[in-house]
């Protein structure tokens, strides 16, 4: 585990608790990945997110910089990694040490060692199941594999069961050969679909956030839009929904029109979503 260390002047962390600045629920999804994947906490007395990329991943840090915005005083900072006797060029950043963090420490670590929390399936969505993958993913067109030898089977299982639960992925463990002995990690393979399936819910986002190569190998790309197998909406209703808002209709009047969630209308007028239109 990588440990950045960062010191950010202490009045930044004064400046944003005196706005009551708080991580959105997007972030906190976000974060849910990545703690699932590469990311770490220090803890002190105000715990703080690190996380670090191979260089050839810069899209994807600087959209993870963006994100958490404006936790990230500090920026991106060019480092070189050492990885079994060799060194590459990588890239890291940390956030301000914060009590928003602090949560989430106490979720996911254990006397300093991560773990999976059993109310983890009430903080993770689709836009977390990425986020893990973009994180420690790999996918060909037979299989697509979690490298989760960081944790325990005890923990693996939980979250081959919460895939299972969440999102009817059916996946396995299977026990890879480490130098530090057999590890597990999770498995979605092309018999019973699981690998598509995984990829429907989380390939729009890998290319949003700039890892388009994690998408499924061999296929022609990601479903988006009213082709996504979970569309709530077409491109007729998009459309109409986003002139109703340049008219000067409120996210609430057009949802109530369309019975829609407000949330969901506002994500499409924001073009946070449905962004190829």
Known sequence: MLNIKYRVPKKYAIELEAQNTHLT???????VGNLLGDGAMPNGKNARFDIAQTIKHRSYIEWLVKEYYPFVPGGIRPFSATCNGKS???????????TEFNRFYELFYKERVKVIPRSLPDLFNDLSLAVWFMDDGYSDMSNSTFHTQGFSVEDV??????????????????LMKYA???KPIICCGTSNGANRLLHSYIDPILQLAGMPYK???????PSRGEKHPRAKSD??????????????????EIAN???KRYSNI???VKREIWQHL
């Open 25 to 31: 629920e997007r972030q906190q999804h976000i974060l």
């Open 180 to 182: 530090s002995g057999l």
């Open 88 to 98: 590459y060029p990588a890239l890291k950043f940390a956030t301000v040490r914060y």
């Open 157 to 174: 299982t939980f979250l081959v069961e919460m895939l299972r639960d969440k999102f009817s992925i059916i996946s396995k463990i299977q």
């Open 257 to 259: 029109r369309f019975g």
């Open 235 to 252: 491109n007729k209703t998009v459309k109409e929904i986003r002139r109703l808002a340049e008219e000067g209709l409120t996210a609430l």
């Open 215 to 221: 998408c499924i190998r061999g296929s022609n790309g």
């Open 266 to 268: 506002r994500a499409i």
